[in-house]
């Protein structure tokens, strides 16, 4: 039996739902899946790193030895070795992580949700640099803060300027490490004072870290999250170092927060499938990560060479862009009366795309500004991209 003409509803969406809007990247991608579009538009790491054979046998393993508990429910706060795990490797001589600090969520953007959905209400003040990730603008979005554009330069973010802007903030949202969208590091003395300043006028700071492995050389800079785990929100992912298709990360926080977050977690989807949590936890246990990180390491390095050389050969000399020294994204600034939009829609035309900078602003957007990934493209294509844009850019000088 089925109703006969029935009147279509009239969808009337919440207040809250109508602030959603596709994310901008989401919406270039769709034009990017033509094979023909050599694209520097997403933020996919490069599936050459995906370690397929080795998830594979830990699927199996976990199946064969555990298959009831791991295709049963888990508990919210998530798979207790895998957090004993990452408690003790994000511990320091002087600064102990217990696994009871860390739950477990559905890829990092979950965090950006959780935290969001316990800690923001309508007007409320959140911090973000200039420009931030635009996945944790549309997550706080959905709880209509009233976003304040912190100030950076070509070091970072400036703590000073928290000091400044940040009296009554519910929340500070930093990315020390290779920042998306603009590849920048914060120093460790700025890390130190950012910490002292969101401590001293009691902004939770909110420490963003997927890229933080994902160093060219050295090792990786000194976490806030260990400068004060009691005033530090630390989110974690697999996603950059592992596979992003398992959505899993972390959040490490002080525990009255993290039991708040389990409470939200627990209404969202009860807790992250406890499959992938085991088949992580298998992979990892034994130092995989030690072995794996670096040969990401070396690859995205590489690519970040060839794209940086290609645009000393062919951007013009008004055109100013990062070094990042690790993870993903070049921000490049084109001359002042230049619309990176504009600019996208030519590219397009001639099957290269890049992500416009304005989507990164939470308030005035810099229209000159854009951001490149180098991690999924090959040298040649790299070169051929960054020649097209180089000549549709001095076109308009
Ligand atoms: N934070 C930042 C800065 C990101 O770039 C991303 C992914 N692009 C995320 C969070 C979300 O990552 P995931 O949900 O895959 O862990």
Redesign the pocket.
């Known amino acids: 039996m089925k109703l006969e003409n029935p009147t279509p509803i009239d969808w009337k969406f919440s207040v809250r739902a109508e602030q959603l809007q596709s994310s901008a990247i989401r919406e270039i991608l769709k034009v990017t899946m033509r094979p023909e579009v050599i694209s520097f538009a997403g933020?996919l790491p490069s599936p050459a790193t995906f370690p397929v054979e080795r998830m594979k046998a830990a699927f199996d393993k976990v199946l064969s030895e555990q298959g009831k508990m791991a295709l049963q429910y888990g508990p919210t706060d998530g798979y207790a070795p895998l957090r004993e795990f990452l408690a003790k490797s994000l511990s320091t001589p002087t600064s102990t992580i217990l696994p009871e600090q860390i739950m477990m969520v559905s890829?990092?953007?979950?965090a950006?949700d959780l935290i969001g959905k316990v800690l923001v209400d309508e007007g409320s003040k959140v911090l973000v640099e200039t420009p931030s990730?635009l996945?944790?603008l549309q997550a706080f979005s959905v709880y209509q803060p009233q976003f304040e554009s912190v100030d950076t330069d070509e070091h970072g973010l400036i703590p000073a300027s928290v000091a400044e802007k940040g009296q009554g903030a519910k929340l500070m949202y930093a990315?020390p490490n290779f920042q998306?969208p603009t590849g920048r590091t914060l120093s460790v003395e700025r890390r130190y004072e950012l910490v002292e300043t969101c401590a001293r006028m009691g902004i939770p700071l909110i420490e963003?870290n997927?890229y933080g492995d994902l160093c060219y050389s050295g090792e990786p800079l000194p976490k806030m999250l260990n400068m004060n785990p009691d005033g530090v929100i630390y989110?974690g992912?697999f996603?950059k170092v592992l596979t992003?298709g398992i959505?899993l990360?972390y959040i490490v926080a002080p525990v009255p927060l993290i039991r708040k977050l389990e409470q939200a977690k627990q209404a969202s989807d009860l807790h992250t499938a406890q499959l992938t949590q085991m088949v992580v936890y298998e992979v990892i246990k034994d130092g995989f990560l030690d072995e794996h990180i670096p040969t990401i390491r070396a690859l995205y390095s590489r690519q970040c060479d060839v794209m940086l050389e290609a645009m000393s050969q062919h951007f013009p000399a008004s055109v100013s862009w990062t070094r990042p020294e690790g993870g993903m994204f070049i921000w490049v600034t084109l001359p002042a009366h230049m619309d990176s939009k504009q600019l996208l829609d030519e590219a397009i035309a001639q099957n290269v795309a890049f992500v416009p900078g304005g989507p990164f602003y939470a308030n005035e957007a810099e229209k000159n500004t854009l951001r490149l990934s180098f991690v999924t493209v090959s040298p040649e294509r790299i070169h051929e991209g960054i020649e097209k844009l180089g000549k549709l850019i001095k076109a308009k000088l």
């Open positions: 933020g890829g990092s953007q979950q950006l990730y996945g944790a990315l998306n963003d997927p989110m992912s996603s992003p959505r990360g």
